[in-house]
T-cell receptor
Framework: QKEVEQDPGPLSVPEGAIVSLNCTYS??????FMWYRQYSRKGPELLMY????GNKEDGRFTAQVDKSSKYISLFIRDSQPSDSATYLC???????????FGQGTELSVKP | GAGVSQSPSNKVTEKGKDVELRCDPI?????LYWYRQSLGQGLEFLIY????????KSGLPSDRFSAERTGGSVSTLTIQRTQQEDSAVYLC????????????FGQGTRLTVV
């Protein structure tokens, strides 16, 4: 079993839709949770991170972590074609070190 | 440059040959990571360097894989006796210090073993 699990999709939505991307994890020691976005043939770039449980909002993006259920979510409001990319969730221990990534979800937003 | 630089961007090699992949991290970043991304897969952790500490090599898939980081800056990932299953994109990332959450990734080296 992978430490961080993510549905690889692909996920296709119409422009303007609300997108929900989700991950689960197995190690309760994880404290930091991140979402990266990766465009085709590019390296991943950090979108958002949260520490422990809670919500974090940045523009059209909201990240949620529920440590009781070991569930990580990313919501994209008013999705745009430019949001079409692969979204990767990741987790890390409090003391630093390696990031553990999910498989990534490929998102396509159709005009 | 301002970002993480990896070279070469593409590498085609014959099965059984050795390859070296290079990573130039962002200046001043003390942490450096190598990941592997196979087609349609997420990022598989390979190795992590932090300052002068012993590297975390727990993700290296076999003893054909090794990495070093000279002078706390440039890193080289070496794959000996390459196999077709080594074909993947090899991504390098660096971060300012161990506790930071933001790791900046390079564009990757696309390795094809024929």
């Amino acid at each position: 079993q992978k430490e961080v699990e993510q549905d690889p999709g692909p996920l296709s939505v119409p422009e303007g839709a609300i997108v929900s991307l989700n991950c689960t994890y197995s190690n309760s020691a994880f404290q930091y949770f991140m979402w990266y976005r990766q465009y085709s043939r590019k390296g991943p770039e950090l979108l958002m991170y949260t520490y422990s449980s809670g919500n974090k909002e940045d523009g059209r993006f909201t990240a949620q972590v529920d440590k009781s259920s070991k569930y990580i979510s990313l919501f994209i409001r008013d999705s745009q074609p430019s949001d079409s990319a692969t979204y990767l969730c990741a987790a890390r221990y409090n003391q630093g070190g390696k990031l553990i990534f999910g498989q990534g979800t490929e998102l396509s937003v159709k005009p | 440059g301002a970002g993480v630089s990896q070279s070469p961007s593409n590498k085609v090699t014959e099965k059984g040959k050795d390859v070296e992949l290079r990573c130039d991290p962002i200046s001043g970043h003390t942490a450096l990571y190598w990941y592997r991304q196979s087609l349609g897969q997420g990022l598989e952790f390979l190795i992590y360097f932090q300052g002068n500490s012993a590297p975390d090599k727990s993700g290296l898939p076999s003893d054909r894989f090794s990495a070093e980081r000279t002078g706390g800056s440039v890193s080289t990932l070496t794959i000996q006796r390459t196999q077709q299953e080594d074909s993947a994109v090899y991504l390098c990332a660096s971060s300012l210090r161990q506790a930071t959450t933001e790791a900046f990734f390079g564009q990757g080296t696309r390795l094809t073993v024929v």
